[in-house]
């Protein structure tokens, strides 16, 4: 059977300015370089922009204990928000860089550092997975 | 006509549900097409070709837009997963169950910030310089898609719907 390479993953060019923009390369490779490590250091030192409390429907800034009587606290969206505004913060300041440094930023980090970032989160749970 | 509360949330899960089912759909035919691009045939195309033939760049933005509207409807309904799931299953002694359910919800983020650059890297499929990390990036998006959905699943067997 006679064949010939197709790419087609590979056929659809660049549509809008934003995609075509130099800006939002550096911004997007910032943010999903920065957001990753910022999730595990968020995780490890508990730092959530807010507490949730969902019996309640209470938010409070940053880490607060679950109240007697008022059921547990959620922390796991104040972390999502505290990596969104650092990373949204990292991406826009990265893109003041100059082009010629900006682009020596390694891609291969964009999806290295959130697989790398599994493993710790497995870690982090080791209660759960050795509770007897 | 108003409908209970039971009611209410049980559809948010189901429309949850269906947009993961969508989601997965996409990043599934997408990882395939980039780990095994379709090489065109001389005869017609069977169906794993068929599968694989897809034009990957055509799905990035759908994947982001359905991540995200899965993301935040899964957001919603944990909520009431927190107090009416997942005590039940701590009391009940799930702790390897509740363990993953943790996992699933760092990992949806962590698949949540790679979006941006997902998105870049397969708008400007057409340089080949990006070629090594969009297929890293993508199949990374697709396994995560697979966990979430599997556990999401599961979770739903151990304490879903009718319990």
Same mark, same amino acid.
């Given at each position: 059977?006679?064949t010939?390479?197709?790419?087609?993953s590979?056929?659809?060019?660049?549509?809008?300015?934003?995609?075509?923009?130099?800006?939002?390369?550096?911004?997007?490779?910032?943010?999903?370089?920065?957001?990753?490590?910022?999730?595990?250091?968020?995780?490890?030192?508990?730092?959530?922009?807010?507490?949730?409390?969902?019996?309640?429907?209470?938010?409070?800034? *940053?880490?607060e204990?679950?109240?007697?009587?008022e059921?547990?606290?959620?922390?796991?969206y104040?972390?999502?928000?505290?990596?969104?505004?650092?990373? *949204?913060?990292?991406?826009?300041?990265?893109?003041?860089?100059?082009?010629?440094?900006?682009?020596?930023?390694?891609?291969?980090?964009?999806?290295?550092?959130?697989?790398?970032?599994?493993?710790?989160?497995?870690?982090?749970?080791?209660?759960?997975?050795?509770?007897? | 006509?108003?409908?209970?509360?039971?009611?209410f949330?049980?559809?948010?899960?189901i429309?949850?549900?269906?947009?993961?089912?969508?989601?997965?759909?996409?990043?599934?035919?997408?990882?395939?097409?980039?780990?095994?691009?379709?090489?065109?045939?001389? *005869?017609?195309?069977?169906?794993?070709?068929?599968?694989? *033939?897809?034009?990957?760049?055509?799905?990035?933005?759908?994947i982001?837009?359905?991540?995200?509207?899965?993301?935040?409807?899964?957001?919603?309904?944990?909520?009431?997963?927190?107090?009416?799931v997942?005590?039940?299953?701590?009391?009940?002694?799930?702790?390897?169950?509740?363990?993953?359910?943790d996992?699933?919800?760092?990992?949806?983020?962590?698949?949540?910030?790679?979006?941006?650059?997902?998105?870049?890297?397969?708008?400007?499929?057409?340089?080949?310089?990006?070629?090594?990390?969009?297929?890293?990036?993508?199949?990374?998006?697709?396994?995560?898609?697979?966990?979430?959905?599997?556990?999401?699943?599961?979770?739903?067997?151990?304490?879903?719907?009718?319990?």
């Open positions: 059977m006679s010939t390479a197709t790419t087609p590979r056929v659809t060019p660049t549509t809008s300015s934003v995609a075509a923009s130099s800006r939002f390369r550096t911004f997007a490779v910032a943010f999903a370089i920065s957001a990753p490590v910022m999730y595990v250091i968020c995780v490890l030192w508990n730092l959530p922009l807010f507490t949730f409390h969902p019996a309640t429907n209470r938010f409070a800034w *940053g880490w204990a679950a109240r007697s009587g059921g547990p606290a959620m922390y796991w104040g972390w999502t928000a505290t990596i969104i505004l650092v990373g *949204g913060f990292v991406g826009l300041a990265a893109t003041m860089l100059p082009d010629s440094i900006s682009r020596r930023i390694p891609l291969a980090l964009v999806w290295l550092l959130p697989l790398l970032a599994i493993p710790i989160m497995i870690y982090t749970l080791m209660p759960f997975w050795t509770h007897p | 006509m108003p409908i209970s509360v039971n009611t949330w049980t559809i948010l899960l429309i949850h549900g269906l947009l993961a089912v969508a989601l997965l759909g996409a990043l599934t035919h997408q990882a395939v097409s980039v780990l095994m691009p379709a090489r065109q045939a001389a *005869g017609p195309a069977g169906f794993v070709t068929r599968f694989r *033939g897809v034009n990957g760049a055509g799905y990035a933005t759908a982001c837009v359905l991540w995200v509207l899965t993301f935040l409807m899964g957001a919603w309904i944990y909520t009431k997963y927190r107090i009416y997942r005590i039940p299953i701590e009391q009940a002694g799930y702790w390897k169950t509740q363990g993953f359910f996992l699933k919800e760092h990992v949806a983020t962590l698949g949540l910030v790679s979006l941006p650059a997902y998105w870049y890297l397969w708008k400007n499929a057409q340089r080949a310089e990006y070629d090594s990390a969009r297929k890293a990036l993508t199949v990374l998006i697709a396994s995560m898609c697979w966990f979430l959905f599997l556990v999401g699943h599961v979770l739903n067997n151990v304490r879903g719907f009718g319990s």
